[in-house]
């Protein structure tokens, strides 16, 4: 059974794709691409059972909305809220407000960072994906979840801050020495060397994993109440479990 992490970028150059080959008591990384094209993830999606997307896959509905207001020329700004609180609220998803409290990270806001432009190429992923007849939920039902590298690593009990950018390359080398630690079952292979290298390459392995644990139904879900602005703004998955849990 193949898994795939996608640590998605604006652009191909720091986009890495990474496919997992699981078995009944191991998991190989059998492909790892950093540089990876439209087409490229397009093509590991389809031979994937679960994947596993490093980008928000919706913007906040009250920023959607705020928008389309202001294109409109009708803005209402709503008494009793302060400005700081009516912005966060334009600028952060439910999902990212969940994964706040739970692990006490903060998501790059879609609405107002520059992984908006990431979103963007995410959004045309997405709706090839539909096109070609691929079951995309936003919630994380269908074949795409979305995830957070650090927050997984965080709820895995892994180091999981400063290990990213050329400056932290030994940061990268303590994480990949504690992930295959904890993971005697989880080989690398011939992509150890670039998981050693590249953040964007152990983010993608990352990202399979928590793909993983989602098909296994070992992630967080929203609730009743937060279902349906889960399937516009799209829903992080949090590991629940073990990593050990990861290879039954």
């Not at 950093?34 to 093509?43: E, M, Q």
């Not at 109440?225 to 829903?235: H, K, P, R, T, Y």
Request: proline share 4%; aromatic share 6%; with cysteine.
């Amino acid at each position: 059974m193949i898994t795939v992490g996608v640590d998605l970028a604006a652009e191909p150059k720091s986009t890495a794709i990474a496919l997992i080959d699981w078995a009944a008591e191991s998991a190989v990384v059998s492909e790892l691409v950093v540089g990876a094209d439209d087409s490229r993830i397009i093509r590991a999606v389809s031979g994937a059972k679960k994947v596993g997307i490093d980008c928000p896959l919706g913007w906040p509905a009250p920023f959607v909305a705020f928008i389309s207001s202001h294109h409109d020329g009708h803005v209402v700004i709503p008494d009793g809220v302060s400005g700081r609180d009516w912005r966060h609220k334009l600028a952060y998803r439910t999902t990212d407000d969940a994964v706040r409290q739970i692990t006490g990270l903060v998501p790059l806001s879609v609405a107002a960072d520059r992984i908006g432009h990431t979103a963007m190429r995410c959004a045309g992923l997405l709706a090839q994906l539909a096109l070609e007849g691929q079951a995309v939920d936003r919630r994380g039902g269908g074949v795409v979840v979305e995830v957070y590298p650090s927050a997984s690593l965080k709820q895995w009990g892994l180091p999981h801050r400063g290990y990213k950018g050329a400056a932290n390359q030994s940061n990268l080398a303590v994480l990949v020495d504690a992930l295959l630690a904890a993971t005697r079952w989880l080989s690398l292979g011939e992509y150890e060397s670039v998981c050693r290298r590249s953040d964007d390459a152990i983010d993608a392995v990352v990202a399979g994993m928590t793909a993983r644990a989602a098909l296994m139904g070992q992630v967080t879900a929203p609730s009743e109440e937060q279902a349906d602005v889960a399937a516009i703004e799209g829903w992080i998955a949090l590991p629940t479990s073990e990593l050990q849990e990861l290879k039954w």
